[in-house]
């Protein structure tokens, strides 16, 4: 006898919609606008380098030319500010948190592009989950071992590919590359993508980092071309 009482048990196939259907057009709507995923749109793939920028097969280096060395025993991560529960983790505490894989690009303000970078680290959401901001906190403070501060809105923060890594295509990331441990927010230019992280400060009020103090926007969307100051 067939057990029925399992609900996922295929019971036959069931009928397909007519193809042109009012709802199989719009499913095909909503697919192609990205519809109910959180968070930002997807992309159509013609879209996927932006304006300006060109495609390049190697990583290339950027960074202020102070490359801190942080062994693994001093490393640590700070979480301050407008948050209910403040964090300080050492290395392994860390490691421990849940891990998040996305393979996304690279837009650097210089017009470098590169594809597919498979990262693995801690979810910026899942990060937000543990600390709770407190309802006026609207901005994010990112803070360097090497002295470099860049500032991000909460929603950016937020993103859902946004992630702090430790690792890119399987290896740990290299110091040149901000190991042990970076932000990388892929749906804004680089220098948003702080290296060598070292404290997540929660604000109320914005206040522009490095980059954002010298010339460079305070918002940074690559397909808006938001390289440059924004302000007087
Ligand atoms: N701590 C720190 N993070 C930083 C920078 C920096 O100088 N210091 N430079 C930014 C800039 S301008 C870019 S383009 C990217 C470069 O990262 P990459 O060297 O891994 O390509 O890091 C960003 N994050
Ligand atoms: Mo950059």
Not at 49 to 68: N, S, Y
Not at 76 to 82: A, I, N, P, S
Not at 120 to 126: C, H, M, P, S, W
Request: aromatic share 10%; hydrophobic share 35%; charged share 30%.
């Amino acid at each position: 006898m067939t057990d029925t009482s399992d609900p996922h048990a295929p019971v036959g196939r069931a009928p397909e919609p007519p193809a042109d259907s009012k709802l199989t057009r719009a499913k095909r709507a909503w697919a192609r606008q990205g519809k109910f995923l959180t968070g930002r749109m997807t992309r159509p793939e013609e879209e996927r380098l932006p304006p300006g920028q060109h495609l390049v097969r190697d990583w290339p280096v950027l960074d202020l030319g102070m490359q801190p060395r942080i062994s693994l025993d001093h490393w640590r991560l700070d979480v301050t500010g407008e948050v209910e529960h403040p964090i300080s983790w050492d290395w392994a505490t860390f490691r421990a948190q849940k891990q998040t894989q996305e393979t996304t690009d690279i837009h650097c303000v210089t017009t470098w592009s590169h594809y597919d970078n498979r990262w693995e680290g801690l979810a910026t959401r899942d990060l937000l989950d543990l600390v709770m901001p407190r309802d006026g906190a609207g901005f994010v403070l990112l803070h360097s071992y090497d002295g470099y501060v860049t500032n991000l809105a909460l929603e950016d923060f937020a993103a859902e590919d946004a992630l702090i890594v430790h690792s890119w295509e399987d290896k740990p990331l290299t110091t040149e590359h901000g190991g042990p441990a970076r932000l990388v927010v892929p749906h804004l230019y680089f220098w948003k993508s702080a290296k060598w992280l070292k404290k997540i400060e929660f604000v109320v009020a914005d206040k522009r980092g490095f980059w954002e103090e010298n010339g460079y926007h305070n918002h940074a969307d690559p397909w808006k071309e938001e390289r440059y100051s924004d302000e007087e």
